[in-house]
Each structure stands twice: as structure tokens, then as C-alpha cells.
């Protein structure tokens, strides 16, 4: 059976999840705890990696690398961009971008890519959108985009009008992007934390518990829709 990685950025996103796990033992690796077990029928490493795109780029390749991870889900908050998609609603991506990137870097440099935009993986899609239809979430399907600073709405509404995007983080196309240059199947699950009406550091905080909760269930949920495939 495939082991899953499960990259968080904060302690609070993967508390949940370690509440669901039975870990069978911890590695330590670039300052970073890695715990090993499973959730459920399901083998996981899960780890959070600090905030950021280096330090979230860093810790998906030590789950493929050193753990030999099948896949990687990452998991945990956002904040909104999309006007229906309101808060603790779960975003999960069909493909991520860098907000705060030139284009040209990933197109005509390495990993030369089609366009700017990682796709996540369809298998973990397909099982994302069949656990959507009877979750207990409201889910939406979309772009995230990423970037290195919290966008308030001072900043949504240039980012929103250029690509669109559901939510708003700092990790998931960095994540994407180690996947994506590994040939791993990537896949991000995002529960908002703060929007356009209940924006800023302080929403995040008062919500950032309650929608982890939610993104692991949501992430647990549709794992075992994808290895009962």
C-alpha cells in the first residue's frame, strides 16, 4: 500500500492529524520532526515545515527522498479570494501558481514548464472530487496561489484579477513545484482562515484551529477514497 506524505506548514495544521495517527516512531532531519505511522488503514509521514516556500520546498523533498513517500498532500489553511468560497469552506487545487514569480523563470528556465501553473495530480483529484460529493465539508475545486507575504486586501485584488485564484497561502505551489520536478503526485488541501469581509493576522489566528481540523479530515477523507482505488 502507498505511503503518503502529509506536509503541514504550522504545529496547530498538523495537530490533527497526529490525533488520527498512530505513529510508530519519529525522524529527525534538517531541524524537522517526521512522524511515522498511519492514519487508519492509511501509512503516513507527516511533518510540518515552517512557513514558507523554501522551508515547505525543503521538507517535500525530504518526504520523497528520504521516506519514498507515493504521494504528497499539503494540508492545512488559507485565506480566501473567491467571494463564495467563505470561511472554513475547503479548497482543494487543480493547479497552483507563485503570485510573487516572474512567468519567464519557470518557462524558460528550469523545470521548463508549459505555463506558470503546477496541475495537481488527477488520481488524487478524481478521488478528492467523489469524497466531495457526500463530505460533510463545503468543498470548491480551483487555483491556490502562493506567494511569500499574507495578502490582506490591500493586495487580493490584483492577484484575483490576473489568474483567479480560490485562496491564497504561502507553501502550496512551492510543494507543488518539488513534486512536480520529482514526477510525485502532488495534491493541496486548503480550509480558510480569513477573507475579503474577516481579513487580516488576527482572523487567521481566531480561525486557524477550527480549519485545520477540517483540511485533516477533509485530506483523510479523500486518501481513502484514492487507495480503495
Avoid at 492514519?39 to 515545515?49: E, L, T
Avoid at 528556465?109 to 496541475?119: A, R, T
Avoid at 460529493?133 to 502562493?146: M, N, R, V
Amino acid at each position: 500500500m502507498e505511503r503518503v506524505g502529509i506536509l503541514c506548514a504550522s504545529d496547530t495544521e498538523l495537530a490533527p492529524f497526529l490525533k488520527e495517527m498512530e505513529v510508530d516512531g519519529v525522524a529527525e532531519k534538517a531541524m524537522l520532526k517526521f512522524y511515522e505511522g498511519s492514519a487508519g488503514k492509511i501509512p503516513v509521514v507527516a511533518v510540518y515545515s515552517g512557513v514558507c516556500k523554501v522551508n515547505a520546498a525543503v521538507a517535500a523533498e525530504l518526504l520523497m527522498e528520504c521516506f519514498d513517500v507515493e504521494a504528497v498532500i499539503n494540508a492545512g489553511t488559507a485565506g480566501g479570494m473567491d467571494p463564495e468560497a467563505g470561511l472554513f469552506d475547503t479548497i482543494i487545487a487543480e493547479r497552483s501558481f507563485y503570485h510573487d514569480v516572474a512567468e519567464d523563470i519557470l518557462t524558460e528556465f528550469h523545470p521548463w514548464m508549459p505555463s506558470v501553473y503546477f496541475p495537481s495530480d488527477e488520481g488524487l483529484l478524481s478521488a478528492a472530487r467523489t469524497y466531495a460529493k457526500t463530505g460533510e465539508y463545503p468543498i470548491f475545486f480551483g487555483s491556490i496561489a502562493t506567494g511569500e507575504r499574507f495578502i490582506g486586501n490591500r493586495g487580493r485584488e490584483r492577484i484575483r484579477q490576473k489568474h483567479a485564484p480560490l485562496a491564497v497561502d504561502m507553501e502550496t505551489a512551492a510543494v507543488a513545484h518539488a513534486c512536480y520536478v520529482s514526477g510525485v503526485p502532488f495534491l493541496a488541501v486548503r480550509s480558510i482562515t480569513d477573507t475579503e469581509k474577516d481579513s487580516g493576522p488576527e482572523a487567521f489566528a481566531r480561525n486557524c484551529e477550527k480549519a485545520s481540523e477540517i483540511a485533516a479530515k477533509v485530506t483523510l477523507g479523500l486518501l481513502e477514497m484514492w487507495i480503495g482505488t
